[in-house]
C-alpha cells in the first residue's frame, strides 16, 4: 500500500471519543443521504453471510462506519448512532461502570483484527460503546 493510501489512525487518549457507528435499516438510503450530507465517500466490506460493514470515509480516510441489522430491527431497535470511547482494559471499565449503576447491553468481545468492545447503557439511559484497541489499530 501506497503511503499516500494509507489511513493515518490517531492515538486515541483512554476516555476520548473514537469511533461512530449507525445502524440502519436501509444502508443504501443511508450512504446517499450522509455521503450527500457531509461529502463522505464509502466502501463496503463484506462481514459474513448477507452482511456488509461500510466503512464511511472523509478525505479518504475512515471516519465511522454503517451496517443493517435485522435482527436489531425486528427486536424493535430502531436506527442510531452508537459512539465508541477509548479504554486501557475493556473488562476492567465494564466492571467499574457496572458499580457506577451502567447496566451491560453486551459483554466485552474481542473483534479480531480490531480489538475488545462492549456495550453500555449509562445509569440515565444513555448507549455508547467502549474499545480497547489493537496496537496496529
Known amino acids: 500500500m501506497t503511503e ?3 489511513q493515518q489512525t490517531p492515538e486515541y487518549k483512554a ?3 473514537c469511533w461512530m457507528e449507525l445502524t440502519t435499516s436501509d444502508g443504501e ?3 446517499k443521504f450522509y455521503t450527500e450530507l457531509f461529502g463522505w465517500t464509502f466502501e463496503d466490506r463484506p462481514i459474513g453471510p448477507g452482511m456488509v460493514y461500510t466503512m464511511l470515509k472523509l478525505d479518504g ?3 465511522g462506519a454503517l451496517y443493517e441489522d435485522k435482527q436489531k430491527l425486528a ?6 448512532w452508537l459512539a465508541y470511547f477509548a479504554v486501557e482494559d475493556c473488562d476492567a471499565k465494564v466492571h467499574k461502570a457496572t ?3 451502567a447496566s451491560v447491553m453486551k459483554p466485552a468481545e474481542d473483534i479480531p483484527g480490531v480489538g475488545r468492545f462492549a456495550i453500555l447503557n449509562d445509569p440515565q439511559g444513555a ?3 467502549i474499545i480497547k484497541t489493537e496496537p496496529h489499530q
Open 4 to 6: 499516500a493510501r494509507m
Open 15 to 17: 476516555g476520548t471519543f
Open 29 to 31: 438510503a443511508a450512504k
Open 61 to 63: 480516510k475512515d471516519t
Open 75 to 80: 427486536q424493535g431497535i430502531p436506527p442510531h
Open 99 to 101: 458499580e457506577l449503576g
Open 127 to 129: 448507549v455508547f460503546a
